[in-house]
């Protein structure tokens, strides 16, 4: 199986990238809304000049609600915890 996906030009985020800023939303109120998570997706895919298609984020949004196990629309660092642990 071939798991590498020549992404051109755009650079992803690394995981300790992605690790500091959840650190660093966590800790503004302990949680990382729907419209933080978001504006952080876009404010990326505009940097690389990336149009994220609908399905993907229809996907996103997806698995921010099954992360979301209170439904409040924020994810605290618990909820991410154990949306990781299932992953």
């Given at each position: ?65 099954a992360a979301d196990t209170n439904g409040d629309g924020k994810l605290t ?11």
């Amino acid at each position: 199986v071939n798991d590498k996906v020549d992404h051109g030009e755009v650079k992803l985020p690394t995981p300790k990238e992605v690790e500091a800023w959840v650190q660093k939303e966590l800790a503004k109120d302990g949680s990382i809304s729907k419209e933080e998570a978001a504006d952080a997706i876009t404010e990326w895919a505009d940097s690389q000049g990336v149009t994220i298609p609908k399905e993907v984020w229809e996907a996103l949004e997806a698995a921010f609600d099954a992360a979301d196990t209170n439904g409040d629309g924020k994810l605290t660092g618990e909820e991410l915890a154990a949306a990781v642990k299932k992953a």
